[in-house]
């Protein structure tokens, strides 16, 4: 077995900050990419509101030079995923994706959260290009135009409302007739003059053209009337699921699957740290999940030290 001092187990802003610092820090981090790497970041377009860019950067670019910045500081990175860990003891074992074992003193997780899909054929092709699964994100590229927001939440309510600040008109879709979403949600959304539902209704089909989206096939449930509405973005607003399945139960996690932190990155596991979306499921930001990714880093140095 290889012997490490830490491993990170994916990437994203979290696990490549946490990259750097451990990099920094001489502990000569190994990082596992994962399926996705880079995160969902690499998926986006142009990112506005990372701090240090004045006129944005694309996401592909920025996680490319968080990662340069890391290899040059000595992280090891490696193109597997994690497909099994053991906590029970230190060293820690894990094993990657092509057979490999490794033991490790301290682990850092980072492997995000996914965004759940609709499983429409050219949706993750249009990802950037009018699909999108974050209003905080892109909301601000829809000024005065026409949006779709799909769910029945307080994530999509509170997604339709922030994208009203920059849209002329945005519609929920929704496939039942009542909201899961809290009361003060739906009536801080129904009360909104820009916001308007779609009852028994899912999304059928995405249209587009050379500039992306440009139109959506929706069905209603009950009368099973299809009908085709210009839109100029769709966000979907159904939830994420963390990847935590390599876990096995072996961490804390809430009731939605994402892994429960204390001190800041802190598990249930002294030694194993968790940062970025996997353990986030409300500010689900890249300038947050760096952040936690720094901390991890830091409290994973101190507690070797320690130890």
Known sequence: MDKRKVIIIGTGPAGLTAAIYAARADLKPIVMEGHEPGGQLTLTTEVENFP???HGVMGPELMGTMKKQAARFGAEFMPVM????????????V???????????????????????????????????????????????????????????DTAMEDATFITKFAKKVYIIHRKDTLRASKPMQERAMKNEKIEFLWDTVVTEIKSNESGVSGIVVENLKTGK????????LFY????????TFLKGQIDCDE??????????????????????????????????????????????RFLEGH
């Not at 499983?119 to 990802?127: D, F, I, R, V």
């Not at 204390?262 to 689900?284: H, L, M, W």
Request: glycine share 14%.
């Open 256 to 301: 939605s699957g994402f892994i429960t932190t204390k001190n800041g990155p802190e598990t249930n596991i002294a030694g194993v740290f968790a940062c970025g979306d996997v353990q986030d499921s409300y500010y689900r930001q890249a300038i947050t999940a760096a952040g936690s990714g720094c901390q991890a880093a830091m409290k994973a140095e």
């Open 226 to 233: 299809k009908e085709e509405r210009q839109t100029d973005g």
């Open 237 to 244: 607003a159904i939830g994420h699921t963390p990847n935590t």
């Open 95 to 153: 094993t990657t994706s092509t057979g490999q074992t490794f033991t490790t003193e301290a682990v850092i997780i980072s492997t995000g959260a996914s965004a759940k899909w609709l499983g429409l054929p050219n949706e993750k092709e249009l990802t950037g290009r009018g699909v999108s699964t974050c209003a905080t994100c892109d909301g601000f590229f829809y000024r005065d135009k026409i949006v779709h927001v799909v769910g029945g939440g």
């Open 82 to 93: 994690c497909t099994d860990v053991d906590l029970k003891k230190r060293p820690f074992t």
């Open 52 to 54: 240090g860019f004045e």
